[in-house]
DNA sequence: ACGGTGACACCAG
DNA sequence: TCTGGTGCCACCG
């Protein structure tokens, strides 16, 4: 199997488990690539959330650094800013540090899957 | 081809 | 807490 064909797999299944994390709810991007197997790997998730279009019906918002926060970046074009409008449309509130509680709204994924 | 970059994470101080 | 350094590794010019 080629490399390219391996990543974009890898992408594919970084996508099918975002779409499992409910409204209200939230992973952060070292849980995802834990949870796929790929502990270290973070950053692939962001590359892979990068390329999600904003109207996706993927819920690329609910990823969020191991902080609890939004990870900002120009690159981003806005769509961080938009991130967190979409949290608080879903009732996540964030404190007076930009940052959400994530002993309370973390994803805890149902391991009989 | 190759080195800089980055929607990350973790650790030392 | 906060800051800086390090490990990581696909992406892109």
């Keep these: 199997m080629k490399t390219s064909d391996r990543q974009s797999h890898f992408y594919q299944q970084i996508y099918q ?3 499992k994390i409910p409204p209200g709810k939230v992973a952060t991007y070292g849980q995802i690539a834990e949870l796929l197997g790929r502990p270290r790997h ?3 998730i962001g590359y892979a959330l990068y390329r999600v279009a904003p109207d996706s019906d993927i ?4 990823v969020v650094n191991a ?5 900002h970046s120009p690159q981003r074009q806005g769509s961080d800013d938009l991130q967190r409008i979409l949290l608080e449309q879903e009732g996540i ?3 007076s540090q930009e940052k959400l ?3 309370r709204y973390r994803w ?3 391991l009989l899957e």
């Design 17 to 19: 488990l975002v779409r």
């Design 42 to 44: 973070a950053r692939q």
């Design 59 to 62: 819920p690329w918002q609910r």
């Design 67 to 71: 902080q609890g926060m939004i990870s």
């Design 93 to 95: 509130t964030f404190n």
């Design 101 to 103: 509680d994530l002993r």
């Design 108 to 110: 805890q994924p149902d």
